[in-house]
């Protein structure tokens, strides 16, 4: 028996292609594509402007699943974080009129940040292309008809240690074809993938980068992120860093999780200063969000709001974003990591 084309994995422009190879008229791969990018359907029988004999040779040749969604949590604040039977995570952010859509490219994550989540239950895969576009169907399809604004990578797993169907991803949801999302409402979120940033930037397109920090100096960070620093501390990342900024011309945001006690002394917001004085980018600062499995603790609110003024009283261009979605286990894994450990059942 001959395999279905996995249509999920497809850019548009390979759907008409498969289109034309089924012997079918172009606007017959623009109208697939437009049930599937546009109004978020999946099942051909939906498809009413395609004649049945069609949508009966669509079941037979191509597979338009969805990995199936076993859990879908409603914070109060209107966040809703979905994860499927296979191990994949989104969450959809509400905030106003802005709808973002934070995804993943891995089940699981090798890179054991301590403060993470994600990895404590282990790495499973890399996700395909397609189960990273399934991610942002179950998004379309709870926001419809308003848009998705924005998309972030900075759900499970390293982008970059899954570069391929990550970039093959973005082209997808950047495409006129298809998601329509503009490259510049499009973030990847890295822990400090060296190569990855310098291909990331070799692309030169208007994707905006965003960089797990954390801590400026070595020694911290080698206690937070000891796998991703060892390999490239901070001397390399930030050489890759402003390779992206002169390729692209984009700024890049530092992450910095506020752990209580451990990253927000003033020689630790020194040391910020020192890494980014002069180099053209952002800091968010992010309160921990006490992450299942983690022995940190949760900042209190000034103390945030007085790391973020030291920092703008030293020029630096800073935001502090507050925690969405914690109601649901929204931080990046936990749900994954509860149902793993049997702390969640069907
Ligand atoms: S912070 Fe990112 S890279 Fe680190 S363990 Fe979590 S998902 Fe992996």
Aim: net charge positive.
């Amino acid at each position: 028996m001959r395999t279905k084309i996995k249509i999920l994995d497809c850019h548009p422009d390979v759907i008409q292609k498969i289109i034309m190879d089924l012997k079918q008229p172009s606007f017959r791969g623009k109208q697939l594509c437009s049930w599937l990018f546009e109004k978020a359907v999946t099942d051909p029988d939906l498809m009413i402007n395609i004649p049945k004999d069609l949508r009966v040779l669509f079941k037979e040749k191509l597979d338009l699943s969805l990995p199936e969604l076993v859990e879908k949590r409603v914070c109060e604040d209107g966040s809703v974080k979905f994860l499927n039977g296979e191990g994949i995570e989104s969450v959809l952010i509400k905030a106003g009129r802005r709808n973002t859509l934070c995804l993943s490219t891995q089940a699981g994550c090798k890179f054991g940040c301590a403060f993470c989540a994600s990895s404590k239950a282990g790495f499973d895969r890399n996700l395909s292309t397609g189960e990273i576009i399934s991610q942002v169907v179950y998004g379309l399809r709870e926001v419809l008809p308003e848009k998705l604004n924005n998309i972030v990578y900075m759900g499970i797993g390293e982008p970059f240690d899954n570069f391929e169907n990550t970039v093959n991803s973005i082209e997808i949801i950047s495409s006129d074809k298809a998601f329509r999302i503009g490259q510049r409402k499009i973030t990847v979120s890295t822990c400090g993938v060296v190569p990855g940033i310098l291909k990331f930037a070799d692309l030169n397109k208007q994707y905006e980068l965003s960089v797990s920090l954390h801590c400026a100096n070595n020694i911290k960070r080698n206690k937070i992120m000891p796998v991703i620093n060892k390999r490239y501390p901070l001397s390399k990342l930030m050489e890759a860093c402003k390779y992206f900024f002169d390729k692209t011309r984009r700024y890049i945001t530092f992450e910095y999780i506020v752990i209580k006690g451990f990253n927000d002394g003033i020689k630790d917001i020194k040391d910020l200063i020192d890494l980014l004085k002069g180099f053209s980018c952002k800091i968010n600062l992010i309160p921990f969000n006490s992450a299942i499995g983690t022995a940190f603790e949760v900042p209190e609110k000034e103390k945030v709001l007085e790391v973020g003024k030291q920092l703008k009283n030293a020029g630096m261009n800073v935001t502090v974003r507050w925690s969405k979605g914690a109601d649901a286990d929204a931080a990046c894994g936990q749900l994954r990591y509860l149902r793993k450990a049997g702390k969640i059942k069907d």
